[in-house]
Nanobody
């Protein structure tokens, strides 16, 4: 399992931006996903990226506003979040799993993230005026 550490969460006004970072102890051949969970709600797949960054997936609620990217040299995956809305408020988690090169990034992000075996501790994002 990888050690994952998220950072970059905080309080932001509606319409603002945040960039989350997920630093990993190892990186190559691992797919990475960002998930979020709001109080009283199920965990939701926000965005996933294949190993090497060739394929990405975004949930419908964040498409066009969030961007996932990977810096292999820094062993870090980023989630740039723009035009934030109050409904984006949640604890955000990054997750990692060896990329089996058969599962689509859409499928990786589905089913509450059961594809992923390594999880970070989470970072709180609060969007409020």
């Amino acid at each position: 399992q990888l050690q994952l550490v998220e950072s970059g969460g905080g309080l932001v006004q509606p319409g603002g931006s945040l960039r989350l970072s997920c630093a990993a102890s190892g990186f190559h051949y691992f797919a990475i996903g960002w998930f979020r969970q709001a109080p009283g709600k199920e965990r939701e797949g926000v965005s996933c990226i294949s190993s090497g960054g060739a394929s990405t997936y975004y949930g419908d609620s964040v498409k066009g506003r969030f961007t996932i990217s990977m810096d292999n040299a820094k062993k870090t995956v980023y989630l740039q979040m723009n035009s934030l809305k109050p409904e984006d408020t949640a604890v955000y988690y990054c997750a990692a799993e060896a990329d089996d090169e058969m599962t689509s990034v859409h499928a990786m992000c589905a089913n509450n993230g059961v594809y992923f075996g390594s999880w970070g501790q989470g970072t709180q994002v609060t969007v409020s005026s």
